[in-house]
């Protein structure tokens, strides 16, 4: 029987959490815990990290799971590193549901780089004023320029103070809208965005927004990781779940 672990977190792992329940498919749906109210979801749910490779391997083990897909964020870059590892592990079969990065057009005015550091260092040392699209994680990068102001944009309201001296932060959920993104720029005055570049139509609106307000763009790419396979539509997947035959987790021999 099969018995389906998926890493979730982005609105692709949701909708395919969806498809599954409506076929009646065992699967666990698990949450890194990154945010307080996480998407309900119509599959058991666990949050929390596994405790690493060997526990994510346990978990795999102990839950005689079959499959693992890792829907993930494109920017979650260790839990996917650790799937990689305990799969190949437990010989268990792994795919990426990853949506596609998002790719410049012509009027765009995007400068694209390796990591949050060199993002920082991109922006000018005094007087922007930033849109950090970025999530939480990285924003005491940016303390290395202090004398910029930054607008944030958090699913949260952070519960501490913001590593930034000059700082706001607007809390929202996507998918957002052209029209909400232009204004909030507008109303702020941006005149840099720095993004991840995630991919996906939930926060593309920013991209579109700052195209038509010719404003410059520091996209982050995304973090290399070792080969997988990868599918980037639903279709893929269940594609994918039927060529590969149940088999529960297994301890592979080290140095197979």
């Known amino acids: 029987m099969m018995r389906l672990l998926l890493l979730g977190g982005t ?32 599959l058991p749910t666990r949050i929390g990290g596994f ?19 890792d829907a993930t964020h494109p920017f979650a870059a260790q839990m996917s590193r650790n799937a990689i590892e305990a799969c190949g592990q437990s010989g268990l079969p ?9 790719q410049a057009s012509p009027e765009d ?20 004023r930033v849109f950090l699209a970025i999530g939480k994680q990285q924003l005491a990068e940016f303390a290395a320029k202090p004398a910029n102001h930054y607008l944030l944009r958090l699913v949260d ?17 996507g998918p957002f809208d052209v029209a909400g993104d232009t204004a909030l720029m507008q109303d702020h005055r941006i005149t840099h965005i720095v ?15 700052a195209r038509a307000l010719r404003l410059p763009v520091i996209l982050v790419d995304r973090p290399a990781l070792p080969p ?24 592979v021999p080290r140095g197979v």
């Open 109 to 128: 005015r995007w400068t694209r780089l390796r990591d949050m550091t060199a993002a920082c260092a991109a922006l000018p040392e005094n007087g922007a």
């Open 94 to 102: 792994l795919l990426s549901h990853e949506r596609m990065p998002w």
């Open 157 to 173: 309201p952070p519960e501490g103070p913001l590593p930034l001296p000059d700082a706001h932060a607007v809390i929202g959920r």
């Open 51 to 69: 405790g690493g490779v060997k526990g994510l391997r346990d978990y795999l083990l102990r839950e005689r799971i079959t499959h693992v897909i």
């Open 11 to 42: 609105t692709e792992a949701s909708r395919l959490a969806r498809h599954l329940a409506e076929r009646g498919i065992d699967a666990v749906f698990s949450y890194a815990g990154r945010t307080d109210h996480p998407v309900p979801q119509p």
């Open 195 to 209: 993004a991840k570049n995630a991919g996906g139509r939930g926060a593309e609106a920013k991209l579109i927004a």
């Open 228 to 251: 997988r396979e990868s599918r980037d539509t639903l279709e893929g997947v269940m594609e994918w779940l039927a060529a590969h035959p149940a088999a529960p987790a297994t301890e």
